[in-house]
């Protein structure tokens, strides 16, 4: 069968989202359509009720049903230590450990010279206006450890220093708890040995 | 971020499709909310209209915009051959390879103790009404090369003998093309030896 009409553009809609192909895409797609009551309602409603409440936190870019979003607007948080981060990914990824108790600002991505990300694609106005404004003690830069989200953290650096005296500083780096040495790249083991710690 | 409310609902129901998890689920939400108009927007349009349009054919069980759908409807095709399938996907397969040109009947399955799927879970009725009312020469049971599927196929040939003098067969086994002998379990390779054929 041809596939032509909805299906057709269900299955390309689909093939398009991160990790599937048009192979899954089909897959999902025959699910939706054969089991419509339990599963494609209840997939078109999340999708309405999601893309008609959930909007960017105008402080710190999170992606809630309020505007300032709950982790902005939450009392109980310290307000004097701000986590900076390249997207919402990880900002939930930091949030599932429970490890941090502060503020979060989201750049929306890392600069990228291949890319063309340059610092005015990313939320870094409102970052240093936000520090500007409201001074934190420390500055965490949560960026990734690849070549442009250290780059950033450089970048960020030295923007940072220029406006505020706040203690910046970043993840530490090292073997992944539950990481063997074996399979660590050279670079991991390398930082990890000089950044060793006392027992 | 504890999340709740309608992102909660996406992913969950995101992770209920096949072939996707609650990590597959999270990335693909945050995917669809960061590029709401290139992907949710075609997604919401794509799910929407084809939940409208799109459904099964009265006569074969073909999923289309028609009912009866293009298969069954399109003159060019042989009336007199039956292609008999478990799903939907199976048909779509078959009409890949473009071998094919007769009619379909879609199953809706296989008979599955195990399952507690019996002859009247399955569209057994409409396909034995259908070989009594318009006799094809031939009926293929083209249902997978399983345990269940292979007893479906010797129950349906039960029941076809009785009421019809057309030709039934099913497809052949033998080595997949392109397959190697060495990773092909004894079964296959027993029934292909067993079928060869003269060069």
Do not use: F
Not at 12 to 26: E, I
Not at 120 to 127: C, I
Not at 141 to 160: E, I, M, P
Request: proline content about 6%; hydrophobic content about 40%.
């Amino acid at each position: 069968m041809r596939e032509e009409g909805p299906l057709d553009s269900l299955i390309k809609a689909l093939a398009r989202l991160p990790g599937l192909g048009p192979r899954s895409a089909r897959r999902i797609a025959l699910h939706l359509l054969t089991n419509q009551d339990k599963t494609m309602r209840p997939l078109m409603n999340a999708l309405q009720q999601t893309a008609e409440q959930i909007r960017p936190c105008g402080t710190c870019g999170n992606l809630d049903l309020s505007d300032p979003c709950r982790i902005c607007q939450d009392p109980k948080r310290i307000k004097d230590s701000l986590c900076v981060v390249a997207g919402v990914a990880d900002l939930w990824a930091i949030e599932r450990t429970g490890a941090y108790k502060g503020q979060y600002h989201i750049l929306g991505g890392v600069l990228s010279a291949l890319d063309g990300i340059g610092p005015d694609e990313l939320r870094l106005h409102s970052l240093l206006e936000r520090v500007r404004e409201n001074p934190p003690e420390e500055i965490i830069l949560a960026l990734s450890a690849t070549v442009d989200g250290q780059a950033t953290a450089h970048y960020l650096t030295d923007k940072l220093e220029d406006i505020t005296d706040a203690k910046i500083s970043r993840l530490a780096h090292g073997v992944p708890v539950g990481g063997e040495l074996d399979y660590l790249d050279d670079g991991t083991i390398t930082t990890a040995l000089k950044s060793r710690a006392a027992l």
